[in-house]
């Protein structure tokens, strides 16, 4: 498939905004490594921009409690389009650990972000390795270049 | 002056489309050095066999792609801010940076730079961005975009002293205003690198400090100001906005090769030997900005106006008096 | 402070011969198996065909509550969520039998958009059904499992009488071993 320069650009230079929803802060540690010198991330062209209106992914950590779910919302409303949005860690895809057992709904959990705001790519992992959030990037640049 | 024929002003078209791709081989090297520097690899010159589906093959025009990008993106308008404005000043900066790129000489080569007071209409128009942003800053409405113009205005009036004393000084040096007329002058003698040392290092820093580089990216410091005047760009705007910064880099690069490397001309070889030179300096330049740029935390706006006023200004105004002392016992020279 | 300086810009130009950022797509050997990854580092679980026999014991012990077990009419799933998973490695440590291991592999992500389309591991194991009402019971490896455990534990004195028992009890569902106790003569009392 031939794609034009366009589409080339798109996933030549995505800008990730990271989007901390609640959580135990070690998927932000491992997003860190990633562009710490050892996973390099910048060798793709990769940037981690602090301002969702730069940003092309939007990546987000953590179960998203009641009090920041709005907001998450929001934010990702602030993206301009095209866009993609990566649930990173086991909090952001189901809950993970904030789940009860019983099934039932924790009473402080929002959701997982999947409820909030529509989701492209899925990252387990409790925290995911910094290349398994490589590689997770990868297949959403492949969503990215035909929004 | 004579009327421009079609040769000038066809020159003068294609001079800002040589210069924003020098900008992008410019930006290119300090991703890719100060990335070296910081024990990264900063982005691959030659991609991975197994990325190269989704990758492409290089990433030597990484801040082309980036513009592209931006261009074909959806822009959106705060709610807030003035509109007219806030989509103006890109655009206003846009056009100050390109008629200052037809300005600048390229290796030797810019018609438009032997008009006599070329260097003052570069040093206008250069201007002419800083005020473009931190209109454009101020009409976002946002708390980090206001501040981000403050600080933007505050550092703009530190650099630009010296940068214009530094300037000037040369000009003395040279006994003209116009670009053409001070390389030439250089072309039969030594550069005014090695005959005023002062003004030289003066200008760099003040070619720092406009660049936004790192001890002196007070503006745009991120994480702490979003992304200062910035903030609330996004898509096509941004894009503009980073093209001005693009065509900013080679802009600075080549007025500081004009004005103290004789724009890339060797004693006793060809012009067109020029070209290679003016590559190779550029690309110099940028090394030892990036240097600085790795090597530095970020001063706080107070220490960056002081520091200024302390040291680069004093640089540039000993470095004038240098000149007007060299002009006096050295009159044959000039 | 210039001696920092100078300092610095010597580690500077260190670091700028000796790049520490490791390849990606991550090295791997002949095999197949990465090299700069641990051997502990766990990673996506794999049951063991063999030893696994479905006991349950790890869906007790998750803490997030990923794996999960099923019974179907003839057959036990064990399935494990990874996007719930938390990696803990406590499946694995419970497992009496040994059956299930946290294999290296990482690279778990996946295109989709809601939880259900993220990885589970599965695993079935077949189920006995009960002599008499034809209910489905226990999964037959555990069953051979308690005999084999039972019989290295137990007194040599009772072997003989618990091992008779064993024979009738295993074949029945809880529920017909309790209304039948005394027509199986398997009565705890039985012995008095």
């Known amino acids: 498939m031939r794609l034009g320069l366009k589409e080339k650009a798109r996933a030549y230079s995505p800008w990730i905004f990271h989007a901390h929803a609640g959580g135990c802060n070690n998927c932000d540690i491992e997003l860190a490594a990633c562009f710490a010198p050892r996973f390099d991330l910048e060798r793709m062209g990769i940037q981690l921009r602090n301002n969702p209106r730069h940003a092309d992914i939007f990546l987000v950590t953590g179960p998203a409690p009641k009090q920041i779910a709005p907001i998450l919302r929001r934010v990702y409303d602030q993206l301009p389009n095209p866009k993609v949005a990566i649930a990173c860690g086991s909090c952001a895809i189901t809950g993970g650990v904030y789940n009860r057992d019983d099934k039932k709904p924790n009473y402080a959990i929002g959701g997982p972000v999947e409820k909030l705001i529509p989701i492209d790519v899925l990252v387990p992992g409790c925290p995911p390795r910094p290349e398994s959030i490589i590689q997770g990037i990868m297949l959403a640049l492949e969503k990215l270049r035909h929004r | 002056m004579e009327l421009p024929s079609t040769i000038s002003i066809a020159s003068s078209l294609f001079l800002p489309i040589v210069s924003f791709f020098l900008g992008i081989i410019y930006g290119y090297e300090i991703r890719k050095v100060s990335a070296r520097l910081q024990s990264r690899r900063g982005p691959w010159l030659l991609v991975p066999k197994s990325l190269r589906g989704t990758l492409g093959v290089t990433r030597l025009f990484q801040p082309l792609y980036d513009i592209i990008k931006l261009l074909c993106k959806e822009s959106l308008l705060p709610s807030t801010s003035t509109k007219g404005l806030f989509r103006s000043s890109p655009y206003i900066a846009l056009i100050c940076v390109i008629v200052a790129a037809a300005f600048t000489p390229v290796a030797t080569y810019s018609h438009l730079a032997s008009f006599e007071l070329s260097l003052v209409v570069i040093l206008y128009l250069l201007l002419g961005v800083p005020f473009a942003f931190i209109l454009g800053g101020a009409a976002s409405a946002s708390p980090w975009g206001v501040i981000g113009s403050q600080r933007e205005a505050e550092l703009m009036l530190a650099y630009e002293t010296p940068l214009v004393i530094a300037a000037f000084s040369i000009a003395t040096m040279a006994d003209s205003l116009s670009v053409q007329k001070i390389i030439d002058v250089q072309a039969t003698r030594l550069p005014f690198l090695l005959l005023n040392p002062l003004a030289a290092v003066a200008f760099l820093v003040a070619i720092i400090g406009k660049l936004h580089l790192k001890p002196f990216d007070v503006p745009e410091a991120e994480v702490e100001i979003v992304a200062g005047p910035v903030t609330e760009y996004g898509g096509r705007l941004l894009a503009i906005i980073e093209i001005v910064k693009t065509f900013l880099i080679a802009i600075c690069v080549g007025l500081f090769i004009a004005l103290f490397l004789a724009g890339g001309l060797v004693p006793g070889y060809d012009k067109l030997f020029s070209i290679p030179t003016f590559l190779l300096e550029g690309l110099l330049i940028v090394l030892v900005m990036t240097m600085i740029h790795t090597l530095n935390p970020r001063f706080r706006i107070d220490q960056a106006l002081i520091w200024y006023v302390r040291v680069p200004t004093i640089l540039a105004i000993s470095g004038l008096v240098w000149a007007y002392a060299f002009r006096h016992f050295f009159p044959a020279f000039i | ?192």
Do not use: W
């Not at chain 3, 996506?44 to 997030?64: L, P």
């Not at chain 3, 019974?71 to 009496?96: A, N």
């Open chain 3, 1 to 192: 402070m210039k001696y920092g300086v100078v300092k610095l810009t010597k580690e500077l130009l260190r670091n700028a011969i000796h790049p520490v950022t490791v390849n990606y797509p991550a090295k791997k050997d002949l095999l197949g198996a990465l090299t700069e990854i641990a051997d502990e580092s766990r990673g996506k679980h794999r049951f063991d065909e063999i030893k696994c026999v479905g006991c349950g014991a790890c869906t007790i012990v998750c803490s997030s509550s990923a794996i999960t077990e099923s019974d179907s009419d003839l057959e036990r799933t064990l399935s494990v969520e990874i996007g719930r998973c938390i990696f803990c490695g406590r499946c694995r440590d419970i497992c009496p039998e040994k059956g299930l291991e946290l294999t290296p592999e990482f690279e778990m992500s996946k295109k989709g958009q809601s939880a259900n389309d993220c990885i589970k591991v599965e695993h079935s194991v077949p189920l006995g059904t009960c002599d008499k009402c034809g209910r489905t019971t226990f999964p037959i490896g555990q069953i051979e499992a308690v005999r084999k455990r039972v019989n290295e534990k137990i007194d040599p004195a009772n072997l003989v009488i618990v091992n008779k028992d064993m024979e009738i009890f295993m074949r029945y569902c809880p529920d017909c071993r309790r209304s039948g106790s005394y027509a199986f003569k398997t009565h705890p009392r039985k012995s008095y």
